[in-house]
């Protein structure tokens, strides 16, 4: 049964709530320009017409690519994500269309680890999760949470059996856990602590994450000119 202290896989709340403020931080921190060609954090990006996009059209899924990697045949391993993401062509112009793409933000996570040093789920642990005090929430949840965690579904595919404590997304799961589109396990009320520091913005508690005038730029409209 369901109880006040439940974890929950979050799924693609892991945008909102891991990857989009650790690039923020960064840009705060000079280290990631919005408008950089994502190239210029990670040069063998550019292959495939891929040269273009920038981070600022990842994070508002104007970038041309497609919805996600293929899943068939079935792959392992975070390296063989980034192998498949450059290996992707955008299927149109960046910048002229929206097209909600988990594979922005699976590009997004990889940018903090390049930027900062740290994989994604150690950067958010240490900037995010850890100093706003949300102590259920987190990247691949050890075995001593299971007990809490919310299963999802039984699995027909690579692996057979009862999805608890193990991310839903397939992509994530293949990726082994961490991807900057979903991974995050976490309660409603740690979730309330962040819902809360945005509408603070950008501090709780006396604990400051992010600056009011990063915090206004992420909660309005950021769409190109003339596009909805």
């Not at 001593?144 to 997304?169: C, M, N, Q």
């Not at 945005?198 to 006396?206: A, M, R, V, Y």
Request: glycine share 10%.
């Amino acid at each position: 049964p369901m109880t006040e202290t439940t974890i929950f896989d979050i799924a693609s709340l892991t945008k909102v709530v891991a990857t989009a403020p650790a690039i923020m931080q960064l840009v705060e921190q000079g280290k990631i320009r919005l408008q950089d060609p994502v190239s210029k954090y990670w040069p063998e990006f550019k292959s495939r017409g891929k040269d273009a996009i920038t981070v600022g059209q990842l994070l508002t899924h104007y970038s041309g690519l497609r919805p996600d990697l293929d899943l068939k045949p079935v792959w392992n391993g975070y390296d063989t994500a980034m192998k498949m993401i450059l290996a992707e062509k955008p299927v149109a112009e960046p910048g002229t269309r929206f097209i909600y793409s988990d594979v922005n933000f699976e590009i997004l996570g990889e940018l903090v680890r390049r930027v900062s040093g740290k994989n994604l789920d150690e950067y958010c642990a240490s900037n995010i999760f850890e100093p706003l005090g949300m102590g259920d929430t987190r990247f691949r949840p050890q075995e001593a949470f299971r007990e809490r965690i919310a299963p999802t579904e039984y699995s027909s595919g690579g692996r057979k059996g009862l999805l608890w404590g193990d991310v839903h997304d397939p992509t994530a799961r293949f990726m082994g856990g961490v991807a900057g589109h979903a991974g995050v396990f976490s309660t409603a009320d740690d979730l309330a602590v962040f819902v809360q520091m945005l509408l603070n913005g950008g501090s709780t508690n006396g604990v400051r994450i992010l600056g009011p005038l990063t915090v206004e730029k992420m909660t309005t409209p950021q769409n190109p000119a003339g596009k909805q």
